[in-house]
């Protein structure tokens, strides 16, 4: 997920300040899938049985946003250290928040089959994940993230972005062709192979995350740039029907999984995007959903082990009660952390680290 930030966009100097609300609104109800995916746990029959493709449909968006956010500045004065600290600003205040609730889960609750790994086993991956990079042994578990589980997505995220810094002027629409083309192809292969594309977050399959952000990723900056160039399609709908479209993907339970799987990441979810960029949503519900969508991705997992610990022994009926009330609460509780931590930290730590870059570098700043 990865989610990113508000898609709050403007096509030019000239040109008013546009905001994509069906974009933002999409994030919302992805993150909220993720979350009754990943706590299936307690929520029994009642999750989004395909929940895990939110994350290409994560990656897609952060393709389409960064593109449009950030294109003109890397052609322009921005280096990759000034996006790449942009991004990271972005990203890891609520993921360290997440971190830190999980290590505060082990000690006080004992919280998930994560302290069956010895205390050297969580100080090495408390080091690795802090720096929000892999930790590749920790106990019984086998995510790379053991301290927040989703955060494999935002690995990634941020390593397809630093590459797309660097490599920004290589960026022709022929190459993110290529790219996309080779992914779109390498994900077939996995899919004939494992039979699924639920991959990446393990240390086993972690490669398969390369191929699915790859693809994902290069798709929306491909869609991005043909938005501006005025070459999609003004296809139109509701944003309601849009939103039920993805939801409807994202609850579905495939019969032929790797199938249903491929048609959702390399048609469906481009498609969505596609119809999205012209149609709207009611403003106030995609803002809050917007603004939910990363704290809620960020915590969710840390917050699970907590109550699985809490309400250990319940009965199915009792749990998906507790389950429905929880999410409620962190739904809320994210709108919150969104208006009034995330954004005023982003801003200071943005602020300080523009001025602490241009001071050496002599790039004028850019605010």
């Not at 596609?274 to 969710?300: E, K, N, Q, R």
Request: charge should be positive; charged fraction near 10%.
């Amino acid at each position: 997920m990865s989610n990113d930030e508000p898609v709050v966009l403007s096509k030019g100097a000239p040109a008013p300040r546009q905001t994509f609300t069906t974009l933002n609104a999409l994030r919302g109800v992805a993150a909220i899938a993720v979350a009754t995916m990943h706590w299936r746990v307690v929520f029994g029959p009642f999750h989004a049985y395909s929940g895990y493709l939110a994350v290409d449909l994560f990656f897609l968006l952060s393709g389409f946003v960064v593109a449009f956010s950030y294109d003109a500045k890397l052609r322009g004065a921005w280096t990759a250290p000034h996006f790449l600290g942009m991004r990271l600003v972005r990203l890891y205040p609520m993921y360290i928040l997440g971190v830190c609730i999980t290590l505060g889960g082990i000690f006080a609750f004992n919280s998930g089959d994560r302290m069956e790994a010895s205390l050297p086993e969580i100080a090495a991956a408390a080091f690795c994940n802090g720096l929000m990079l892999p930790s590749f042994s920790m106990g019984q578990s086998h995510a790379v993230f053991p301290l927040n589980t989703p955060a494999w997505t935002l690995f990634l995220e941020l390593a397809c972005n630093l590459a797309y810094a660097l490599l920004h002027r290589f960026t022709s629409v022929r190459n993110l062709l290529l790219c996309a083309a080779l992914s779109a192809g390498a994900l077939v292969a996995i899919a004939v192979e494992y039979g699924t594309i639920n991959l990446g977050f393990s240390t086993a399959t972690f490669f398969v995350g390369l191929f699915r952000v790859g693809f994902s990723f290069s798709a929306g900056v491909l869609l991005c740039r043909a938005y501006r160039a005025d070459l999609l399609p003004t296809w139109r709908l509701p944003g309601l029907c849009i939103l039920s479209i993805c939801l409807g993907a994202l609850l579905y339970q495939p019969t032929v999984m790797p199938l249903f799987e491929l048609f959702c990441i390399l048609f469906l979810f481009p498609l969505v995007i596609m119809v999205s960029v012209h149609s709207s949503s009611h403003a106030a519900i995609s803002d809050f959903l917007g603004s939910v969508s990363y704290p809620l991705y960020a915590i969710h997992m840390p917050v699970l082990g907590i109550i699985l610990v809490l309400f250990k022994g319940q009965s199915q009926p009792a749990l998906a009660m507790v389950a429905f009330f929880s999410l409620l609460a962190l739904v809320l509780l994210s709108r919150a952390l969104d208006q009034q931590v995330d954004k005023p930290v982003r801003a200071k730590l943005s602020a300080a680290w523009l001025r602490n870059i241009d001071r050496p570098s002599g790039v004028p700043r850019l605010a």
